[in-house]
């Protein structure tokens, strides 16, 4: 079995901090791994806006934290997503071409 290459994409400037691109994720990874990667990256921010509901009132420190929180694995999470749009396109492609 011919192992698949590694493609390192840089996440965008939101998870980068708007500094020198330094964290990374590979996109030829499998779909299942991006997909599992990207949903936990959802998971756990549905979990933390849980437990603020549930905590109740928080001081302005501590929603800036978990807006901040909150920003970077949404991000994380969409720029895995948006993945599977060339992923589709190139099966959609190859199906085409079989027919």
Excluded: W
């Amino acid at each position: 079995m011919l192992e698949q290459s590694t493609c390192f994409v840089p996440f965008n400037l939101v998870s980068q901090c708007g500094y020198d691109r330094v964290i990374y994720y590979n996109a030829n990874a499998s779909p299942d791994a991006l997909y599992r990667c990207a949903t936990e990256r959802l998971k756990a921010v549905l979990q933390l806006l849980d437990s603020i509901h549930e905590y109740g009132s928080s001081e302005a420190d501590s929603l800036r934290a978990v807006s901040s929180v909150s920003a970077f694995l949404l991000n994380d999470a969409l720029c895995m997503l948006e993945e599977f749009n060339p992923v589709a396109e190139r099966l959609r492609a190859s199906n085409t071409a079989h027919k």
